[in-house]
């Protein structure tokens, strides 16, 4: 008699965990995004834990055609594995851009002993930079990567997020390591709000 009640229990207590789980994946597939539109309503239902902007689409930007300071092509895909925090300017680099470097390099200092696992990474999509701008830049950030590419392309590559690129903001692009952009910093954000997130 007592096994038999045991053995209901048992019983019991296995179709609960089963009913459940298939409770909560069925919710999960019910509620799951289907669609850009769908996974923005849920996003504005829930909400993130991110300071940055989540960048909606997430934008890969390997297909960018770049070049480095000697011309010579530069492809994100061909890279280390890195996270990077992209800056991309237009008219030289200005005091706002300064600002936005500094502050990009104090955040990139305070993730210590993470710090190996982000690069800067410059984006000129104006006129080539100046031999002095490029000896400034240098000597303030030696671990700064600068590269060209097309304005209108890469434009023209945002131009459907929610975080466009207009050539006047300077904005900050957090891209991951498979080289989505996935989170974008306008100037309201500080360097606070970056570690947040790339601590995270």
Known sequence: ?????????????????????ATVLFGAFLVFPKNEAQTRWLLDLLGTSNKGLLLTPATPLNDLSLTDEQGKPWKLSDQRPAWRLLIPIADGCRQSCRERLLLTRQVHV????????????????????DADTLAQLRAEHPHLIVVNGDRNAFANLL???????????????????????????????????MLADLNH
Do not use: C
């Not at 096994?3 to 089963?18: A, D, E, Y």
């Not at 997020?161 to 500080?190: F, I, R």
């Open 110 to 129: 305070r993730l210590d002993k993470h710090a190996h696992r982000l690069d800067r990474l410059v984006l000129n999509l104006g006129a080539p930079l």
């Open 1 to 21: 008699m007592m096994t038999n009640s045991v053995q209901q229990k048992s019983r019991l207590q296995f179709w609960l965990i089963v009913g459940v789980t």
């Open 159 to 193: 131009a459907g997020t929610n975080a466009p690129w207009d050539g006047e903001t300077v904005k900050v692009y957090v891209v991951d390591q498979g080289g989505v952009a996935m989170l974008a910093y306008l100037p309201a954000h500080g360097g606070k709000d």
